[in-house]
């Protein structure tokens, strides 16, 4: 489906229907999305299809979506994290305008509210030591017990979470805590805490504060303040979703937000076969040096998808393909090397490689001459017009295409046979060279000069092998990276540390020769490399006239 037919038809799901019914309804006269990450780390392929989810249904709905940084803990957060992710999301297709917001940018709102809770009675400071606080919780069938300082006055309250702020004490000292039920039978309506003391720098404010808002506080209020109406979410956060409306109900009812209030609503997260999206374990592969950095393509973090060569085109076909449901799944990864497949199949120019190369010696064709044979730059796309590839003597072909002694259904070069050299000539396997130890060393034939394709004579041979090549004289010799999936298990981990399930052939380096027109290639530039499958220049390490190519994906799933 192209994006203006997905754009024309979305396609339904729960969320839709809910927002159907409020704008139905008149509790909102737009919507407005957020997508809030983090910036503790890199953005992975789940990010992708929140990405996706929240723009997209900003944009099909004439709202706005927001990219806003939850940055609330200064000792995880880095301005790295924030660039890449905004690099990300634009890279994605995605646009905010003037819709990119902080946390950080909210810190006094965030204390204000704390101040209106003390004072109101529904916030405490409390002392207990965090072991303490984790034993008085309770369990998922015992309730908790109150803590000892929970009827401290709300002018002691108010005097000892001021003090937290001015610095007086270390960290740990003290939290303050929304004063709930200990009784709940969700453990997150246990007096929550919703402050703690944290001496350290932020990316964003500096050393302005020593007192920073838990996630679970912070995420609802910026919500409201940014006028929110669906807030999406995944499903790991249902559970939390009863404190987020009574937090917000709360602030309501003392003037310190308005209504109406954002909505949360939970969607299941991306699960995928073959690849890890735990930030701790993507973390632990970079960390341990399992890959080589967070763009490393064999990662499913979207720097590496882009060095891959992934395109944004099949991230958002993939979103649209898979939808949002309520139930956790998993998908096969051929779903989405499916998707890239379809867009690069349509966009990617054609070019020639040749991977494993064999020399091939053309006797009967005068030495030290050349011509030129005519490849379309794209079979289903004859308006991008042709392209010049010489001819000569001496060419590179696959080592495949070629045995001396052929099994049943080879149509290749072996002695007798004839094959077409694809665009040029056919040609008839006359032997081959080999070294002292058996090895063939080049592969000798005789070429019918009447037979070039695109004339009168090539469509009087009728050969079943056809055959890529390139000429020796003029081709480029290139690095070439043959990427497959990280793990050889579809669920790394198991039934075992997932470290043991990492696919020790996940990535093969081999020196190529291409087309002289690859030469000329720029970081990003993506191709099919005809039989083999789509490759890219890669975006860090290719160079002006000496481009490396990466493996993005084959023709075919061969996984299957």
Known sequence: MSEQSAKAH???????????????????????????????????????KSICLNF????????????????????????????????AVHWLGWEWGANLFYASNYFQQMYDCAEALIQAGLAYVDSQSAEAMRANRGTLTEAGKNSPYRDRTPAENLELFRRMKAGEFPDGAHVLRAKIDMAAPNINLRDPAIYRIRHAGHHNTGNAWCVYPMYAYAHPIEDAIERITHSICTLEFEDQRPFYDWLLDQLAELGSLQRPLPQQIEFA?????????????????????HVNG???????????????????????????????????????YSVFEECQRDVLNETAL???AVLDPLKLVIDNYPEGEEEECFAPNHPQQPELGKRAVPFSRELWIERGDF???????????????????????????????????????????NYFA??????????????????HWISARHAYAAEVRLYDRLFKAPNPGAERDFLDDINPDSVKVIPAQLEPALKDAKPEDRFQFERHGYFVADRVDSRPGAPVFNRTVGLKDTWK
């Open 10 to 48: 979305p396609a339904a799901n729960f969320i839709r229907h809910l927002i159907d019914a409020d704008l139905a309804a008149g509790r909102h006269t737009g919507i407005r999305t957020r997508f809030p990450p983090e910036p503790n780390g890199y953005l992975h392929f789940g990010h992708a």
């Open 56 to 87: 997209g249904l900003a944009r099909d709905y004439g709202g706005a979506c927001h990219l806003r940084f939850d940055d609330t803990n200064p000792e995880k957060e880095e301005q790295e994290y924030v660039d890449s992710i905004i690099d």
């Open 269 to 289: 997260r991306l699960n995928l076969t073959y690849v890890v999206l735990s930030k701790r374990k993507l973390i632990q592969l970079v960390e341990e040096k």
């Open 294 to 332: 967070w763009d490393d393509p064999r990662l499913p973090t979207l720097v590496g998808a882009r060095r891959r060569g992934y395109t944004p085109e099949g991230f958002r076909k993939f979103a649209e393909m898979i939808g949002v449901t309520k139930s956790d799944s998993l998908i096969d």
């Open 350 to 352: 054609r070019r020639i």
């Open 403 to 445: 045995v001396e002694v052929p099994p049943k259904g080879y149509f290749r070069l072996f002695p007798g046979n004839k094959v077409r050299l694809r665009y040029g000539f056919v040609v008839e396997c006359t032997g081959c060279d080999q070294d002292a130890a058996g090895n063939v060393t080049a592969v000798h034939c």
């Open 450 to 467: 009447d037979s070039k394709s695109g004339t009168p004579g090539a469509d009087a041979y009728k050969v079943k092998g056809n055959l």
